[in-house]
């Protein structure tokens, strides 16, 4: 259990490194920003989670934990609703939400994810689908006519 605490911290650490510096090669993209914001806060939950088993008395870890609960929803919120903009984002987004729900969570952690919020983040990317398709393509498949030498 005390490994798992390890790990979140690192990854919460990780994660506010990243939102803080943004990237070596220039501002964070609004999704990769939400995503890594979203993965700080269940990082954080999960650190109230292992604290909880071991606090003395342990009904203040209860409470924290019971406060932060409001806290994520809100910041899952946030997350269903980030605009995708491009298929890049589209693919970032859903490939995290794939690999998010199969995360591994104790049967007595707070729910990762709604299913209201998961369905709220699937419309979102079938929202951003139908968008993207119905712009004009960004390459063309119109060929120039050949010049041909006389």
Known sequence: ???RKTIADAEAAEVARFLDGATDVGPLDPVDAAIATHRAAWAKMLTLY???KTAKPRYKAEYALQDYKDVYSEHVDEFVRTLLTT???VTA????IA???GTFMPWDCPSSARGWQLS???ANVADALVRLSAAAPAITTARAPLALAA
Do not use: P, T, W
């Open 50 to 52: 292992e604290a909880k």
């Open 1 to 3: 259990m005390a490994r």
């Open 120 to 122: 709220a983040a699937m």
């Open 87 to 89: 298929m890049a984002q």
């Open 93 to 96: 987004f859903a490939s995290y």
């Open 99 to 101: 690999e998010f729900s």
